[in-house]
């Protein structure tokens, strides 16, 4: 395999930002590509991998190229550009076994809601309708529109514009306060390995590590006997372990007793309408902002906000 991580150099223009882009070397840098016959993967997760120490320059600079042979049978790898910590250069990772148990969860920030221009987000996210025919698909169709807003939203505020003086002085603020923190974090970690911990007031034993590092290890699912066969796919054993589940919760009894209803309580018809009113547009937002500042709503404030809006 014919492959290198760090470039100084770039492909095309929309690889740096508030950054010079020389043609020539860039030319330089496409025919060396071409001639050594390297192929690249598509890079996800981030657009640049490189930030100044000014906080102004972002370039993509880290890529993954390989030859045919390898590309050939790892058709399906995964190049991923990771978040950055303390370093200029964002943590890449090439993997050519991708495991996917399905979309990760989405979470909505409160902080999100100080920033300019969130709310008009929200809004073109709730235009969306698909080919709903039923009220559940359409929230279904509108969660995922204001995912969808939100995080194009998020990747233009990120990457597609400069910073400003103030969030200049804030990301150096920021930064020098975090690298502090893992200043003092190596510290105490060089005095646990130089010392007998156990005697410095540790007071979880070597024998509890032990137990939760087998927990760790037991409880991971690597893979199941399914039918006499060693299954590692994901969706396969899912759905065997749905079809499983499934079994456990069949009901042999097909009719039940009924309870008549007389002498419960019942509410009036006018109670009844206002169980699926619809709610204005003030009520919306109240629900949002009485969430609290010390938590996050995630996908149950978001659908609780929207379910307001029928």
């Known amino acids: ?69 390898f590309i050939s049978k790892w058709p399906n790898a995964t190049f991923r550009a990771l978040e950055r910590t303390l370093s200029d250069h964002s943590p890449i990772i090439l993997a050519t076994e991708t495991t996917d148990f399905g979309p990760i969860s989405f979470r909505f920030f409160n902080s999100w809601l100080e920033i300019p221009g969130v709310e008009e987000v929200v809004k073109k996210g709730l235009t969306y309708h698909g080919n709903a025919l039923f009220k559940d698909q359409l929230l279904g169709y509108k969660l995922k529109g204001i995912k ?39 510290k105490d970690i060089q005095q646990k390995a130089r010392s007998r911990w156990i005697l410095d007031g540790d007071e979880n034993s ?32 899912m759905k065997h372990i749905q079809e499983n589940m499934k079994t456990k919760f069949l009901e042999p009894v097909e009719s039940r007793a009924r309870i008549p209803s007389d002498g419960f309580s019942k509410i009036s018809e006018t109670e009844a309408k206002q169980l699926i009113a619809k709610f204005s547009r003030e009520e919306i937002k109240k629900a949002v902002w009485d969430c609290g500042s010390d938590k996050a709503p995630g996908p149950d404030g978001i659908t609780f906000a929207v379910i307001k809006k029928f």
């Open 1 to 69: 395999m014919d492959s290198n991580w760090d470039f100084n150099e770039v492909c095309v223009p929309e690889d740096r930002c508030n950054s010079v882009f020389d043609s020539n070397n860039a030319s330089h840098f496409n025919n060396f590509i071409g001639a050594a016959g390297l192929l690249e993967y598509p890079m996800a997760g981030r657009r640049f991998t490189f930030l100044s120490g000014d906080g102004k320059k972002m370039s993509k600079i880290n890529r993954a190229l390989v030859n045919n042979e």
């Open 148 to 186: 969808e807003e939100i995080k194009i939203w998020r990747k233009a505020l990120a990457e597609d514009r400069g910073l400003e003086e103030n969030e200049v002085e804030l990301w150096r603020t920021s930064k020098n306060k975090v690298r502090e923190w893992f200043r003092r974090k190596a």
């Open 206 to 237: 070597r024998y509890f590590h032990t137990i939760v590092n087998c927990n760790i290890a037991r409880n991971k699912l690597n893979g199941l006997w399914i039918d006499g066969n060693w299954i590692t796919c994901p969706l396969v054993i």
